[in-house]
């Protein structure tokens, strides 16, 4: 029984609610919440830069300065700097301080992953090469 809804209607209540729980179709009630999708959407729009992606493929396997990826993506330092903090703000990256130096990494497998899944899948399309999954 409902608390304070009398009896008949108590049940309808309870039938209401769970024809409606159960009128969710099974792929909405495994639906990410708003925040993930909101934080995946950013991942996803600091990805579709050409030169962040660039910077992400070489952040993927170890520590990098500003300066050495400078060198290796031939963009201009105040840029490839303006790149990292959006990196960094968007969770994609990590820095650690050594000595005067800022170091720059992947954040983590799960990103290194996505970068690398999402370059071999382009190469795959490019090259025509069925999926394998």
């Known amino acids: 029984m409902v608390v304070g809804v009398p009896g008949h209607l108590a049940l309808y209540v ?8 159960a009128g969710a179709s099974p792929v909405q009630q495994v639906l990410p919440d708003a ?16 030169t962040r992606l660039r910077l992400m493929w070489l952040l993927r396997d170890g520590e990098h300065d500003v300066s050495s990826l400078v060198a290796a993506v031939g963009a201009a330092r105040p840029a490839v700097s303006q790149h990292l903090g959006k990196l960094l703000l968007a969770g994609l990256v990590r820095t650690r301080r050594d000595g005067r130096r800022a ?3 992947a954040r983590g497998g799960h990103v290194r992953r996505l970068v690398t899944e999402i370059l071999y899948a382009a190469d795959h399309h490019l090259s ?3 999926d394998h999954d």
């Open 14 to 21: 309870l039938v209401y609610a769970r024809d409606n729980a």
């Open 35 to 50: 925040a993930q999708i909101d934080a995946a959407v950013t991942a996803l729009r600091m990805l579709a830069d050409g």
């Open 103 to 105: 170091l720059y990494s």
């Open 128 to 130: 025509g090469e069925p």
